[in-house]
């Protein structure tokens, strides 16, 4: 059983950044594929980022490469999200997500955290 809470959300002007951060309990994490979600209001959730169990393999929504960048710490339990060049289409509540998988997974992900709210105003 993994938990996962997400921190570092909040309010920001378009161009702006914010770093969001996922802790994770645990002593697996570092086995585990991790990933970023988000959801804005009234649309679906999808898929930002995603980052394997090294951090040597990543992938991205086409949405945000360029701008986001995702990394891990595994000594600190810890999956983060590095969001520069905010738009306000970025507004949405953003998952942290981990599965046991060697893959980097876009989709069907074990664990999910509560989310952190991310406001992008023009």
């Known amino acids: 059983q993994v938990q996962l809470v997400e921190s570092g959300g909040g309010l920001v002007q378009a161009g702006g950044s914010l770093r969001l951060s996922c802790a994770a309990s645990g002593r697996t994490f570092s086995t585990y594929t991790m990933g970023w979600f988000r959801q804005a209001s009234g649309k679906e959730r999808e898929f930002v980022a995603g980052?394997?169990?090294?951090?040597?393999?990543?992938k991205y929504a086409d949405s945000v490469k360029g701008r986001f960048t995702i990394s891990r710490d595994n000594a600190k339990n810890t999956v983060y999200l590095q969001m520069n060049s905010l738009e306000p289409e970025d507004t949405a509540v953003y998952y942290c997500?981990?599965?046991?998988?060697?893959?980097?997974?876009?989709?069907?992900?074990?664990?999910w955290g509560q989310g952190t709210q991310v406001t992008v105003s023009s």
């Open positions: 980052v394997n169990w090294s951090g040597g393999n990543t």
């Open positions: 997500a981990a599965d046991p998988s060697f893959l980097v997974l876009t989709t069907r992900y074990a664990y």
